[in-house]
């Protein structure tokens, strides 16, 4: 058993309780008990005490849609004359060449390059949503090596389509199928059926994957009308959206992650509702491919389940939550939404999605929660409070100050050094990766 204390508390529980000078006692992988420091010093003299003075200690931060196989497209040349124009070419242009170009050691060094930064950065839990047409088989075993490595939680998935023919669509259904058994009773790792998106993948391949959805009682995670792209190929197929499409098929279930959103109907947000699945916004990403804005307000409104994800455009939740905050604003030309909304999707929503998912309280301070925490240096210049510290994290904390990353108990990084492995080796390592990769892209 060990006290991390010294520090103040923001537990993100029901109360958004803040605990000054307030400590955790970890007894295995589980929180014991929380409260202030020399109260648990006092109670439990044979632990072992680690000072976090001056520092924040919250929950890890947990990121709900992430592409790990994007890793080497950062900075890459598209050797192309022209940049994509709008999203269907990017698609073509850089990401479908990218995964058809990817080996089992391109997999391997994306994911745990990607899965390091995150700890780096306070994330503990994440879910990736994969694909790599050049390697199919075993390719989420090869994921799953980083992960159990690294120490983190993730739910790895397998982007099926129907993209590149039916005989890798069929690879692709046998790969999701097989590491479905494979994860069944593992606490670190789980496993959904990842579908690349609605306009990508024809009614028998749909029809499939519903059968092996109903077979392992399993949900989805897919790409959902963040292009407009998806939403014309819905209504030339006869349907009023891409939502309405999928519904055909039961794709939309309890557990099921719908990403983006962007061009969602009102009707379509009550589908997701109704149907128990997530919707996960990803505001950098929707920026950057200039898809347009996602009708996060609304959605909340309505009651649906909204995540915040990267999508792999990076790894820091911290990066992510400030401009979801600021994006919300400037979208509704109004600088009040936000306050709410963000925090319930970061801290609320989030941590619910992880809870279903790997059955245990995540996401939170509090007796019998796993013990996934960090300490974050920051030492607030005016009063932090349960009503202002969502404000004090908006505007005062990255990912750049995070100093430690427990998960589950074990130590992933302390004094912001990575204890689990060698960074500046394996950060050697993919980057002669890399090279390799861009001479064959």
């Not at 390059?113 to 050049?134: E, N, R």
């Not at 292009?227 to 999928?246: H, I, P, Q, T, Y």
């Amino acid at each position: 058993m060990y006290i991390i204390g010294g520090g103040t508390l923001i537990t993100h529980d029901e109360k958004n309780r803040v605990i000054k000078d307030g400590g955790l006692l970890i007894d295995g992988e589980r929180i014991k008990e929380l409260g202030k420091t020399r109260e648990l010093k006092k109670k439990y003299p044979d632990a072992v005490f680690k000072d976090y003075s001056g520092k924040i200690i919250m929950p890890g931060m947990i990121n709900t849609h992430m592409h790990f196989y994007s890793t080497f497209a950062r900075g890459m040349d598209l050797k192309t004359d022209r940049s994509p124009r709008h999203f269907l070419e990017i698609l073509e242009k850089l990401w479908w060449r990218l995964d058809n170009s990817m080996n089992k050691d391109d997999i391997y060094y994306s994911a745990i390059y990607a899965i390091l930064c995150g700890i780096k950065q306070g994330t503990t839990t994440i879910f990736d949503h994969h694909a790599s047409y050049g390697k199919i088989g075993q390719s989420l075993s090869i994921i799953a090596d980083a992960v159990r490595e690294s120490g983190i939680r993730a739910d790895l998935a397998f982007e099926i389509s129907d993209r590149n023919g039916s005989k890798k669509s069929v690879e692709s259904l046998k790969e999701s199928e097989r590491f479905l058994k494979e994860v069944e009773k593992d606490s670190y790792l789980s496993s959904r059926i990842g579908l690349h998106a609605s306009f990508t993948l024809e009614d028998k391949t749909l029809t499939k994957v519903r059968d092996i959805a109903d077979k392992y009682n399993s949900s989805f995670h897919i790409h959902a009308a963040e292009g407009r792209a998806d939403l014309e190929d819905s209504r030339f197929r006869g349907f009023n959206g891409v939502v309405k499409r999928l519904d055909k098929y039961n794709i939309w279930r309890s557990g099921t992650i719908a990403v983006h959103g962007v061009h969602l109907q009102e009707e379509e947000m009550e589908i997701l509702k109704d149907s128990g699945s997530y919707l996960i916004h990803n505001p950098e990403s929707n920026m950057n491919n200039a898809v347009g804005l996602a009708p996060v307000k609304e959605a909340l409104e309505k009651g649906l389940i909204v995540g915040l994800g990267t999508d792999g455009y990076t790894t820091d939740m911290f990066e992510s939550l400030k401009v979801a905050d600021l994006l919300i604003k400037h979208g509704n030309s109004d600088p009040r939404p936000g306050w709410s909304e963000i925090p319930e999707m970061v801290f609320k929503n989030n941590a619910l999605i992880a809870e279903k998912t790997f059955k245990q309280k995540l996401g939170v301070l509090k007796e019998g929660a796993a013990a996934d925490v960090i300490a974050v240096n920051y030492d607030p210049p005016t009063e932090i409070n349960s009503d202002n510290s969502f404000a004090h994290i908006l505007f005062g904390i990255n990912g750049g100050m995070v100093d430690t990353t427990i998960v589950g108990g074990k130590f992933l990084m302390e004094n912001q050094e990575v204890k689990i492995l060698d960074y500046e080796k394996i950060a050697y390592e993919t980057r002669k990766q890399s090279a390799d990769f861009w001479n064959r892209f």
